[in-house]
């Protein structure tokens, strides 16, 4: 079964003149993103009294990198091949892997669009090329919930080598209270002890976000919608891509700031597989699964995903 939609855009700026002569592929390529960008502006026109806003320059979200040399500004969406991204912008920024081979090393040497002084935002903001990268609502949620909340899950065995705290960060923090509304306290106090016993199922989990929206690590930015971390309605972006088509996104975005860097070869995951994602979501009952859309809704309308496979 297919799911349909409409993830990439593109608008016009100073940039467009240094692209190449088009041949006809690139043409249709080129005319696909803006026409995907149109439905956007128009979603935006639509729901603008729906959604919540920011203003771009004197209050930015706190996700935008920026590389001012290569004129470049990227939402970062977890889940959404951001660390790839973010990989990205070390290499352009000129920051080998030995000198950035430690997370806290890392990030400074990002640039966050919201750390510079509204002076700076104001004088680069239109001449930046801003992008973003989207995902499907629910594949990016299961993504997200394989990483952070299944037992012995991706971030788990990433941290495998470090710290107590560290390797059971996220099981601590939402999973004990997940289990402690579903299970019970004295359940929540057994899994904690017996760590082999920890589960969290993808319906518990599903359950969790609708029933309890305003909890703390419930808006945490790994599952929060797309729209709430980068504004799409307010921040005017010239590519918004998709992590369905990331080879041929990314290419372009590569060519368009002319970095001389390795080709990468990014792909899809197990969780972007539709029956895979099938396996999961068809033990979430349906007025739960209705809550959910809800719940990402805005994200569906404005990035032209259909919800309806799951429903």
């Not at 390529?29 to 803006?34: E, P």
């Not at 499907?136 to 495998?160: C, I, Q, T």
């Not at 019970?184 to 969290?200: F, H, Q, T, V």
């Not at 891509?241 to 975005?253: K, L, P, R």
């Amino acid at each position: 079964m297919m799911v349909q939609r409409n993830g990439m855009g593109m608008g016009r700026n100073a940039r467009d003149h240094h692209l190449p002569p088009n041949p006809p592929s690139q043409n249709l390529f080129l005319s696909d993103l803006r026409s995907r960008s149109n439905l956007l502006r128009q979603q935006c026109a639509k729901l603008r009294n729906e959604l919540d806003h920011v203003q771009a320059i004197r209050n930015p979200p706190d996700g935008l990198i920026v590389d001012e040399k290569h004129k470049l500004l990227y939402c970062v969406v977890p889940k959404v091949a951001c660390s790839s991204w973010k990989e990205f912008f070390y290499e352009i920024g000129g920051y080998g892997q030995e000198q950035t081979n430690r997370n806290k090393t890392r990030k400074l040497v990002l640039t966050y669009f919201h750390h510079l002084p509204e002076a700076k935002r104001q004088e680069i903001y239109k001449k930046l090329y801003k992008f973003v990268f989207v995902r499907h609502p629910f594949l990016r949620l299961l993504s997200a919930y394989r990483d952070k909340m299944e037992p012995n899950g991706s971030y788990e065995r990433l941290h495998a080598n470090k710290d107590q705290q560290s390797l059971y960060f996220w099981r601590d923090r939402l999973g004990q209270d997940i289990i402690r509304v579903y299970h019970g306290e004295s359940e929540a106090l057994r899994m904690k002890r017996n760590r082999n016993d920890y589960r969290i199922t993808f319906q518990e989990f599903v359950r969790y976000l609708v029933e309890f929206p305003d909890k703390f690590y419930t808006k945490d930015r790994h599952w929060r919608p797309m729209h709430k971390l980068c504004y799409p309605c307010d921040i005017r972006y010239e590519f918004i891509a998709n992590f369905e088509t990331i080879d041929t996104d990314s290419a372009f975005i590569r060519r368009l700031v002319k970095a001389d860097l390795p080709e990468k070869n990014l792909h899809a995951t197990n969780s972007s597989n539709l029956d895979f994602a099938f396996s999961y979501y068809e033990n979430v009952p349906k007025p739960i699964m209705r809550k959910l859309y809800e719940r990402y809704k805005y994200d569906f309308l404005l990035f032209g995903y259909n919800p309806q496979p799951f429903l």
